[in-house]
């Protein structure tokens, strides 16, 4: 783990305003103050802002409630961004987008007058905050526990033969490998690793974008086949890129995605399916045939479906038991796939093999006088 940057005690910027973490990284500039209203900031939503490189966070909530370990608030301090937390909802009110605003320790001011304070957030705190969520995790657990049971008992039967009906959705998955990539932990660095082993060249999987995992193929250099889910985190340029779109409808017959994708007038189809929008990306390859599942940045831990929003992990659990023998993670890809033979192993075999002429030369008389000819003749 790289070093902590120091973190400056005054911060000023242009203030950029969303409720939504999410909508904000994309406008979000260099150097300016991010505002956001997020309780128990998440890992994928912090990783977005550091790379946005604000001169400053300020959350309205409070960045790590306590109810379950969340790292996201580390991540900010150790990238030496000040954050400023819970400084109350009206915040958002009392700022606009490019206001010049100004943290000052525990102090968020405008035009030299102090509008809000908070928790001046450091390092130090949040790991004694998270360091209490973990010991404090247990009831949070037990209800993440308890939620999965109750939805697995009341959603089993959707997963059994007859339960699901998944259209076509104009891909041919049959005896192919896909990949489904989703925006979460660790991501990037999973799809750099399945690049260096030659696993997307040699294999040219069907690749799957679930919603912001579409701009992370395309960060990459590859366009995406399919882009599956609600469409509230995917970029016009990814939706444009000539990839079916299919927007996840749920039980209820809503499908959010659809109002965005009719109003940038491009086509695309409608799959109805529980869960989550990864688990439907999941059931459409093991419907229609595919041999190999490859998963990037999927949500597997309680941790990382908090982080969501989520309060259980049924449909997830019940997913993964039908696709289970197909599917792969992407680092276990990359271990699987790498190349057979490493430096270390043929430098290893070199020194062996002159190991062995060695001792064959100095047992054998023959090899011997054989030398002696050769050196007195070049000598």
Known sequence: MSRPRTTPEVATG???????????????????????????????????????????????????????????????????????????????????????????????????????????????????????????????????????????????????????????????????????????????????????????????????GVDGGADALLELGHTPDLIVGDFDSVSSKALRSGAILVVHAYRSGTAPGAERLDELGVEYRTCEAPGTSEDMAMLLAHHHGAELIVAVGTHTSMVEFLDKGRPGMASTVLVRMLVGPMLVDAKGVSRLYSNPVRARDLSAMVLAALFTVGVFTWVSEPVRLLLRSLWFRFT
């Open 14 to 208: 242009r203030a950029r305003v969303s409720r939504r973490t999410k909508d904000l990284v994309k406008v979000l500039l260099p150097g300016e103050v991010a505002v956001i209203d997020h309780e128990d900031l998440d890992r994928v939503a912090a990783e977005t802002l550091v790379e946005a490189v604000p001169a400053a966070v300020v959350n309205a909530a409070t960045s790590i409630t306590g109810a379950y370990p969340n790292p996201g608030p580390l991540l900010i301090a150790a990238a030496g961004i000040p954050l400023l937390d819970g400084v109350g909802a009206a915040v958002l009110d009392h700022i606009a987008d490019g206001d010049l605003v100004t943290v000052v320790g525990e102090q968020l001011v405008v035009d030299g007058e102090v509008v809000a304070t908070g928790t001046r957030q450091t390092l130090a705190t949040l790991e004694a905050a998270f360091d209490e969520a973990t010991r404090n995790v247990g009831p949070t657990l037990e209800r993440f526990v308890e939620n999965t049971v109750t939805y697995v008992q009341k959603e089993a039967h959707l997963f059994t033969r007859g339960g699901l009906h998944l259209p076509d959705v104009g891909v041919d998955f049959t005896g192919r490998h896909v990949l489904i990539v989703v925006r979460g932990a660790d991501y990037r660095e999973d799809l750099l690793l399945l690049r260096r082993t030659g696993y997307l060249k040699e294999k040219r999987p069907i690749l799957v």
